[in-house]
């Protein structure tokens, strides 16, 4: 037998891994055509927050969740504990201590980034969760198997999962409203908030609005936008007074985080080719093997 | 009131002499000013000035200033009367209180043009889904007033103080003043600090400086916080200024200097101010009087000690010298205050030469003595 076991494995590896290697760029193109310059965002000024938490409230009606009575909200003992949103609120309001004793807390609003590169879309192995054109990273509740690789993908440890149910548990995380904002409306958080803490509109306008903001202010705001380039970019977009790592949103750099592993993990399996052909060509030099072996008997 | 803060606005641009502003402001389109800072559109009228809505204006002469005692007491705001009842802006109340800050009227009334005050929705806009995002929205606007001082007061929303639920009572607004008026310190007649110096305590009269030096809350306070007097949460701290900044608008300091360091800074505590030190130790009537009543402006300089110096109506017959302690005799009555007070110096010693021989003052008095 003129090729060993161990030859068979090298040539196979070989030609495996180039069927991989080139497929990543085409599928990271394909992912990104999603991104309209229209797609609208949220900045969230949190030095103008107040943490009066109508955001939770009015979050909770607009989800068919039982909200409570709204006067409810005004208890500021919840912000003992660093909150995440949950299958039951899904965005929360934390408050941060900021520094001397007499300075005013800082109050931040947790939810869905719904990033422009969204990892929890990319491992998604069914394809339930899609970035919409209006910036929305929404799911379907249909299609969704309820594996959770999305909950471990997602760099800011977003979405949440029914665990309590034993029947047809749910994905949950912030949709930003998309029944209202497909329909030219605003999210409910945006709407009930008193301080305007929220600003909605085109993300690009809100990244002049947040600059602006910083310029006229220097002294009030740390000069970066959170969200603007993190993770590849994200619809939500965040002003702070003090430094976000304080404030429990998450250092991350601009890389979009499916990166290399979706890459890797699209390629393997796109429209079925790789593997069919993989079998193919190992077919193929089995069936030649086996020939010369004939042959030479 | 419109004519008033346009002539204002205009006085302090160019900065010309009185009687020139006034014609300027007849016809203030041939002043050497450029149109369409102030207008937006081609032939501004007055009935429709169409002036720019800021905040690109920013010149300080345009900043709102109107005595607080001619301002609107209260402002009912109603406009969300489907959902609460209106709340009570007490709004005379706040714009006392504004003079301790910088902005003063400004502080609210930010980027007004010349003329009348606007109302925020005219810069404003209610809807969430607006135009002009930079502009904040009406909602935000109004919280924002409200609640960057309010906030800092209780540390919570407060949402009901201001929003009281349709067809409650509203809280009776002299109890709500009376809890919001409570201070993050009481106001103290004397305070003692305590620094790092060699000489360690610093004692401040306050009151003597409000009191007898005539000085107002705001010519000290007129930088503050709304916290620094409004604080109620259990961990509040006054936020102390740096400390030279005040003292020194009216007593020199020198850090070269000791000796100006040592009028303030001692080993122990120091009394207030005495008159004594400065050699004219005041009598009952003058110790009475407020230091501004002799002295004028905020640098106390020596005066000239002549009676007649501030008492230019002093003489005979208007006088009643039995202040000094002496009543004439009948024989003395009629005289001129010169006769025995030469050439009116009434701080040195009174001469009897004039009319008697050998008889000085105090051995013979011509009258007698009361005190």
């Known amino acids: 037998m003129n090729q060993s076991r161990r030859n068979f494995f090298k040539t196979a590896g070989v030609i495996g891994a180039s069927i991989a290697g080139a497929k990543p760029t085409m599928a990271a193109a394909e992912s990104k055509n999603i991104l309209s310059d229209d797609r609208m965002g949220v900045l969230v000024d949190t030095t103008r927050c107040i943490g009066c938490r109508r955001c939770e409230f009015a979050c909770r009606e607009a989800h068919d969740i039982d909200a409570g009575q709204m006067l409810d909200y005004d208890d500021r003992s919840v912000f003992d504990t660093l909150r995440r949103p949950e299958v039951d609120s899904l965005t929360v309001v934390n408050e941060f201590k900021n520094g001397e004793p007499a300075a005013e807390a800082i109050n931040v609003k947790v939810q869905c980034m719904h990033c422009d590169h969204p990892a929890c879309a990319s491992a998604c192995i069914v394809g339930a969760i899609t970035k919409q054109q209006n910036g929305a990273v929404i799911w379907d509740t249909d299609k969704c198997i309820g594996c959770r690789y999305c909950m471990v993908a997602c760099p800011f440890q977003i979405p949440a999962f029914e665990y309590q149910k034993a029947i047809q548990p749910r994905l949950m995380k912030c949709d930003f409203c998309f029944s209202r904002t497909s329909q030219g409306g605003i999210p409910a958080c945006v709407e009930i908030c008193p301080m305007e803490v929220l600003t909605y509109g085109k993300r690009y306008e809100l990244v002049k609005l947040a600059r602006k903001r910083i310029e006229q202010n220097p002294e009030k705001y740390v000069n970066h936008i959170y969200g603007e380039t993190e993770v590849g970019g994200t619809s939500w977009l965040y002003l702070a007074g003090k430094d976000f790592k304080d404030l429990a949103l998450p250092a991350h750099g601009s890389a979009p985080a499916p990166g290399a592993s979706e890459s890797l993990q699209h390629g393997i399996f796109k429209y079925f080719i790789p593997p069919i052909s993989l079998f193919a060509i190992l077919g193929g030099i089995m069936w030649l093997s086996k020939n010369k072996e004939e042959t030479g008997e | ?371």
């Open chain 2, 1 to 371: 009131m419109r004519t008033t803060y346009a002539f204002l606005f205009l006085l302090c641009i160019v900065g010309q002499p009185l009687q020139a502003q006034k014609e300027i402001y007849k016809n203030h389109a041939k002043a050497p000013l450029d149109c369409n800072e102030c207008h937006t559109c081609q032939n501004p009228s007055y009935k429709s000035p169409c002036l720019t809505l800021f905040p690109e204006f920013k010149r300080e002469s345009l900043t709102l200033r109107r005595p607080a005692d001619e301002v609107e007491a209260l402002v009912k705001i109603d406009t969300l009367m489907q959902y609460y009842e209106a709340s009570i802006f007490k709004h005379k109340l706040h714009a006392e209180m504004s003079a301790f800050s910088t902005g003063g009227c400004a502080s609210c009334h930010h980027n007004n043009p010349p003329g009348d005050i606007l109302p925020c929705i005219d810069c404003h806009e209610p809807a969430a889904e607006r135009e002009n995002l930079a502009v904040i929205g009406l909602k935000g606007a109004y919280h924002g007033q409200c609640l960057g001082c309010h906030k800092q007061w209780s540390h919570k929303t407060d949402c009901e103080k201001c929003h009281v639920e349709k067809g409650k009572e509203p809280l009776p607004p002299t109890s709500l003043i009376l809890e919001m008026s409570q201070l993050t310190e009481p106001i103290l007649p004397k305070v003692i600090y305590e620094t790092e110096e060699d000489n360690p305590i610093v004692t401040f009269h306050h009151d003597a400086h409000h009191n007898q030096y005539g000085l107002e809350c705001i010519d000290c306070h007129k930088n503050e916080t709304c916290d620094r007097c409004h604080d109620k949460s259990e961990n509040k701290v006054a936020i102390e200024k740096e400390p030279h900044e005040n003292c020194q608008s009216c007593h020199d300091c020198d850090s070269e200097d000791d000796k100006t360091c040592l009028k303030c800074h001692d080993t122990k505590e120091k009394p207030p101010f005495n008159h004594k030190i400065t050699g004219w130790v005041l009598n009952r009537y003058h110790e009475k009087l407020e230091c501004l009543a002799c002295h004028s402006g905020t640098r106390f300089t020596k005066l000239n000690k002549t009676c007649t110096a501030c008492h230019k109506n002093w003489k005979q017959g208007s006088f009643d010298h039995k202040v000094t302690g002496v009543v004439f005799d009948e024989n003395h009555e009629e005289n001129d205050c010169a006769d025995c007070h030469l050439q009116r110096k009434f701080d040195q010693k009174p001469a009897c030469s004039e009319c008697h021989d050998e008889i000085t003052w105090p051995e013979r008095v011509p009258g007698e003595l009361v005190k």
